[in-house]
């Protein structure tokens, strides 16, 4: 087949370019604010460490394919969210949610879940500080107190349980007594970007530090309002996150966190690129609005007025507590809630009429508790024993305005659905996992994990047809619940060839649970509402490595994941999109990672994904030519957000500055191969492939008391297409979302 041929070449491809390049590691350690720009002018690599594994290890001794970013490696990424991590890291694709302000949309080695609904459940797990966030709305972090985010590639199913089996992306925030001091931040740039950041930490005793941390994000929008009002896709956030550590004795350490998030935000538009169609029952199919053609303006119109857009608050608190035991043993606990709610308008068929605009409206909150029991002989072995319970309530509120769906002759005819559902979950896991190693140089690891997931949703929909069908109004209701065990284990060989060089032979399994779709609107859908969790297996051969003068390390991964029923939601009738178990997947890549001293003052770095991602079956009735509702304009003849190459290259270099301070000029490409957006393979919603740019400049102050930042991102104002929206059997809605255009930004920093 054509299709394996070109596996096999790409595989190839990529084992010559990984082993033939320099050696390795994630990306550059960070650097405490303290630091002096002598300090970070270094002539060898900083050491990287990651907490991959619950426990601090080095980066080149975990055998799993991670990168980790610190606080400069962020700002020398032009990272202002989470979403600044897109082209860092091999086969992650990251990006803002469809038509939402607050949602990601998150896909590692293939696997993720771009629906933002409620009874969907992500496929990469987010974690802050250790705590899980079981949604991917308000998963927009912006990164203003960030020490490292780690991103952990491949199912993640042992240590961090459920809806992990694409990976996990773990933010850890700075710990009151390791960061003193602290910095204040302004920042300015394109499309009235106005910013201000804070961060301030003391030690209060000698058992007691603290530290708060906040953010003010202004943005106007860089998609202009065609009727003149205020732009799209603009953002208004006041973030704030305030810790206390206690250190009353060495063998005991807890750290009380709180954090509230508050956005305001207009309309995210995106662009329609199918022709938007009215169904007249009197004169067939009418054309409301023809597809857009060429490159877009960043221009759009909307059926919503203003002051209809999209607002979030985000609140939660987190005890976290360690004990030392004894030499060996150390327990520790982390307590958590949050409290999600949201009142977004996303206008889905991103027009001036009214086919497919929603109200979403959801008051999420979440309460979770763990326990690990970690054991180090201070030798050769290791082990972590653990338990997990969380209880999530979603209850939410939604509606549909389609006023200019349906006409007859001519004649709009007015139509709102109202949705009302709650869904509760609760969790339970227990695990283990144990590092051995057995005889010098070699390590064995394994573990196994136990998840069981409880769920019960109700839900109720009604319909309200204007003249001269108020006959049709109804009301569909249903209510169930249902629960799925899974044992998911793992394990790894790795063998240390040098100080410098070990490999690893590893096998993991995840699983991302089952659910009901939450857009059953007919009675057929609420019978076959359920469907069933995923499932995925991933077999890895990796190699890390580093020089022994420390100026140059490297990791090679190569992969193959069996990813079984994958959840997809399909758009069938008017109002009817089932949820299928639908495919089974066969997913292989190589991922690179490389970063180099050149000299004394300059770095090389780079990525490279290459991963060839295919359907062995999707069962999928609308296939079938006899099916009434067939549409030759469907196929799944690719994976959506699974391009075959993701690659990025990196080069700073840093000068040293006759007055004592530091000048550091840098710059970045990346480039993705052709992306599919849609699970239907939408023509129109194919992004062919791309590649970006972005220059920066810091300069730093002797003492490091100052920096000014600029930058610039998106050199050639490239525009290119990040997101889809897929309702075709709805007015036949594709809607296209976009990366941002070429944009600068300003920032000065004070350190304290």
Do not use: C
């Not at 690599?45 to 990168?67: G, H, K, Y």
Request: hydrophobic content about 35%; charged content about 20%; aromatic content about 10%.
């Amino acid at each position: 087949m054509k299709r394996a041929n070109t596996r096999y070449t790409t595989l190839s491809l990529a084992i010559v370019l990984a082993l033939g390049a320099p050696a390795v590691a994630a990306q550059q350690s960070g650097t405490p604010d303290t630091a002096s720009p002598q300090a970070r002018s270094a002539t060898d690599l900083d050491a990287v460490t990651v907490t991959a594994r619950r426990r601090t290890e080095s980066i080149q001794d975990v055998p799993v394919a991670v990168s980790a970013f610190s606080e400069d490696d962020l700002d020398t990424l032009q990272a202002a969210d989470v979403t600044g991590l897109q082209g860092a890291v091999p086969n992650l694709n990251i990006v803002q949610g469809r038509g939402s302000a607050n949602s990601t949309n998150v896909f590692i080695r293939g696997i993720g879940q771009p629906d933002a609904l409620q009874t969907f459940d992500p496929g990469v797990g987010m974690y802050v500080d250790d705590v899980y966030y079981s949604r991917i709305n308000g998963s927009m972090f912006s990164l203003f107190d960030v020490a490292q985010v780690e991103v952990l590639r491949g199912p993640q199913g042992t240590l961090y349980g459920k809806n992990s089996t694409g990976g996990a992306i773990k933010v850890t925030t700075k710990d009151p007594f390791n960061y003193q001091g602290g910095a204040v931040e302004a920042t300015v740039g394109s499309d009235g970007r106005r910013e201000g950041r804070f961060y301030a930490s003391t030690q209060l005793s000698d058992t007691v530090a603290g530290s708060i941390a906040g953010a003010i994000i202004n943005y106007d929008g860089h998609v202009s309002d065609l009727d003149g009002n205020h732009d799209f896709n603009d953002d208004e956030t006041r973030a704030v996150r305030a810790k206390l550590s206690f250190r009353p004795s060495d063998t005991f350490r807890a750290t009380f966190s709180v954090d509230h998030t508050e956005q305001d935000a207009s309309l995210t538009m995106g662009r329609p690129m199918a022709p938007l169609i009215q169904t007249d029952l009197a004169l067939g199919p009418v054309v409301l609005r023809p597809a857009d053609t060429g490159e877009w303006d960043f221009t759009a119109r909307s059926s919503f007025g203003p002051g209809q857009g999209q607002e979030l608050e985000h609140t939660g608190a987190s005890l976290a507590m360690e004990w030392d035991l004894s030499p060996q043993w150390m327990f520790k606990s982390i307590t958590a809630h949050r409290q999600l709610e949201t009142h977004s308008f996303i206008d889905i068929d991103a027009s001036e009429y009214e086919l497919g605009d929603v109200l979403v409206a959801i008051d999420q909150d979440q309460t979770s508790q763990e326990f690990q029991l970690l054991y180090d002989n201070g030798s050769n072995l290791q082990a972590t024993f653990g338990a997990y319970y969380m209880q999530e309530n979603v209850p939410s509120y939604q509606e549909a305005y389609a006023d200019d769906l349906f006409a007859l002759a001519g004649a709009p005819i007015d139509f709102l659905r109202t949705i009302e559902d709650d869904l509760q979950t609760t969790s339970v896991a227990a695990f283990a996992h144990v590092n051995w190693e057995f005889v010098p140089t070699w390590v064995l690891a394994a573990g196994v994990r136990w998840t069981r997931d409880e769920k019960e949703y109700d839900r109720s929909t009604s319909t309200f047809w204007g003249a001269p069908f108020e006959a049709l109004n109804e009301t569909v209701a249903f209510s169930d619940k249902a629960d799925w065990t899974a044992v998911t284990p793992s394990v790894s060989l790795q063998k240390h060839f040098s100080d410098n060089v070990m490999g690893y032979v590893s096998a993991n399994r995840g699983f991302k649970s089952g659910g009901f779709n939450g857009r059953a609107n007919t009675v057929y859908d609420t019978q076959n509402a359920e469907f069933d969790p995923e499932y995925v297996w991933t077999y890895e051969l990796g190699l890390k490595a580093s020089s022994a003068d420390n100026r140059l390390r490297g990791s090679v991964a190569a992969f193959k994941s069996d990813y079984e029923d994958f959840q997809a939601r399909v758009s069938q009738d008017v109002g009817t999109f089932p949820v299928l178990n639908a495919a089974e997947l066969d997913i292989v890549g190589v991922e690179f990672e490389g970063i180099a001293m050149l000299g004394e003052a300059t770095t090389l770095s780079g990525q490279l994904g290459l991963m060839d991602a295919e359907y062995d079956r999707f069962d999928d009735f609308r296939l079938d030519p006899s099916y009434p509702g067939y549409d030759p304009n469907v196929n799944h003849d690719h994976v959506p957000f699974s391009p075959e190459v993701t690659a990025r290259i990196a080069l700073q270099h840093q000068f040293d500055l006759a007055s004592g301070g530091l000048l550091t000029l840098g710059g970045d490409v990346s480039h993705r191969s052709e992306t599919w957006l849609s699970v239907d393979n939408r023509d129109v919603l194919r992004q062919d492939d791309y590649t970006v740019a972005g220059l920066f400049g810091i300069w730093d102050s002797p003492q490091y008391s100052w920096q000014v930042r600029a930058g610039v991102r998106n050199v050639t104002d490239e525009v290119y297409m990040t997101e889809g929206q897929e309702f075709a059997s709805v007015g036949n809605i594709q809607t296209a979302y976009y990366g941002l255009p070429r944009n600068w930004y300003v920032s000065v920093r004070y350190n304290f």
